[in-house]
């Protein structure tokens, strides 16, 4: 099997695996991906690391992280040096949705191995 076709069994075998998230949740695939990988990568919490770092659509990530914040998952927090510089940290209430997508990323990794 080639690379590219073991990684796109492990992708799609990982979204079906949180896919079961996203639905329990409520989220959309977007923003479990974005709660995961704030969850993962504390360092790259802005907007614009997420969309440097996942190479995601600024537009996309915006309206995801705007739902998250609505949904109480998110705190977004200006710099006090630096009106631009805004922060997103996850919140409490975003930590059983945290475990459910770190249970999913443990069995897509089952597969790879």
Same mark, same amino acid.
């Given at each position: 099997?080639?690379?590219?076709?073991?990684?796109?069994?492990?992708?799609?075998?990982?979204?079906?695996?949180?896919?079961?998230?996203?639905?329990?949740?409520?989220?959309?695939?977007?923003?479990?991906? $974005?709660?995961?990988? /704030?969850?993962?990568?504390?360092?790259?919490?802005?907007? %614009?690391? !997420?969309?440097?770092?996942?190479? #995601?659509?600024?537009?996309?990530?915006?309206?995801?992280?705007?739902?998250?914040?609505?949904?109480?998952?998110?705190?977004?927090?200006?710099?006090?040096?630096?009106?631009?510089? $805004?922060?997103?940290? /996850?919140?409490?209430?975003?930590?059983?949705?945290?475990? %459910?997508? !770190?249970?999913?990323?443990?069995? #897509?990794?089952?597969?790879?191995?």
């Amino acid at each position: 099997m080639y690379f590219w076709d073991k990684h796109k069994t492990i992708t799609g075998y990982y979204e079906l695996l949180s896919a079961e998230v996203c639905d329990r949740y409520g989220l959309t695939q977007m923003e479990c991906d $974005i709660r995961m990988f /704030l969850h993962n990568n504390p360092q790259h919490n802005t907007a %614009a690391e !997420i969309v440097k770092v996942r190479k #995601s659509t600024k537009s996309h990530v915006s309206t995801s992280l705007k739902n998250l914040e609505n949904e109480g998952l998110i705190e977004r927090i200006q710099s006090e040096d630096n009106k631009k510089h $805004i922060e997103i940290v /996850l919140l409490d209430k975003a930590e059983l949705i945290v475990e %459910a997508g !770190i249970k999913a990323q443990k069995s #897509s990794q089952t597969l790879s191995g």
